[in-house]
């Protein structure tokens, strides 16, 4: 698997596709590699004509680790709330310039940059920060960092702040439950995401490194105003049942950006399992290639 050279953080990534096709680079949710980014979705997209680039972000996965230690989450959490300056190792600006450096690392000079979750804010920064490399942004499941629209119910919450078992089956199980609670009600599907989580752990685990990307995104701030500068051609994608990020912030973040196409999926939820793909893959290629 390729990944940046030094000098810096290095960043694992992996392509499918041809290169000389448009190219797509995907990012992770928080905590999440780029495995989560699923091999067979990868395959419908590089179908479609298009080269995906699929990148672990630091401090997770094969990326390089940023030597800061842990983090003191619950007094970011007192911090923020008293609207005082955050102390974080790094921010989610830091984290769109690694997504360049892909770029740079490949000798491409424009992508279309999508992002899930944690992912779909950094590549609404990756357009922001660096709009001559984003041919297009494709957020999903994500917000633009507006104050109160993006409430996340309490068992959500909990899902997301809770620290996993350090053994192999209990953090397995942890993160199981975790993905359950971000599921639609109903809609959770254990015999795919098993297997998926299990790979996870095996390639990489690492719960202070993920500690270290929830800070940076403790301390996002507002980017409705840059988002309503972008002239960056924008596919915005969420569940109509997501119990993180509520729909509102779909739709603000659409909202926000000139000529942005919003699309909302009913009985989806903080997630992007195959059952939606028949409506994901399509919307997604057929927004690069427009």
Not at 243 to 254: D, E, K
Request: net charge negative; with cysteine.
């Amino acid at each position: 698997m390729p990944d940046t050279p030094p000098p810096g953080i290095r960043i694992a990534y992996d392509t499918t596709g041809d290169l000389s096709d448009p190219v797509i680079v995907v990012i992770p949710a928080l905590g999440r590699q780029l495995i989560d980014w699923d091999g067979e979705l990868c395959d419908r997209l590089a179908a479609g004509g298009t080269c995906v680039v699929r990148m672990d972000n630091r401090d997770v996965g094969l990326s390089d680790r940023v030597e800061a230690g842990k983090v003191n989450l619950a007094r970011l959490a007192a911090a923020r709330r008293a609207g005082e300056p955050l102390a974080v190792p790094y921010t989610l600006e830091d984290m769109a310039g690694d997504v360049v450096r892909v770029l740079d690392d490949l000798a491409v000079r424009r992508a279309h940059i999508a992002g899930i979750s944690m992912g779909g804010r950094i590549a609404q920064l990756v357009a922001i920060g660096y709009p001559d490399r984003a041919a297009s942004l494709i957020s999903i499941a994500s917000t633009s960092g507006a104050h109160g629209i993006d409430a996340a119910t309490e068992h959500a919450t909990r899902a997301l702040f809770a620290a996993p078992p350090r053994n192999r089956t209990g953090a397995i199980e942890a993160q199981l439950e975790s993905r359950r609670a971000l599921a639609a009600p109903g809609t959770f599907d254990e015999a795919w995401e098993r297997p998926r989580v299990t790979a996870e752990f095996d390639r990489a685990f690492d719960p202070a490194g993920v500690g270290r990307q929830l800070a940076a995104v403790m301390a996002d701030t507002d980017r409705t105003g840059a988002l309503g500068a972008l002239a960056t051609p924008t596919l915005v994608i969420h569940g109509a049942e997501d119990p993180l990020v509520a729909p509102s912030a779909g739709r603000a973040t659409a909202a926000a950006i000139p000529g942005a196409r919003y699309l909302e999926i009913g009985g989806l939820g903080h997630d992007l399992p195959p059952r939606v793909w028949p409506l994901v893959v399509p919307a997604i290629l057929q927004h690069i290639h427009a």
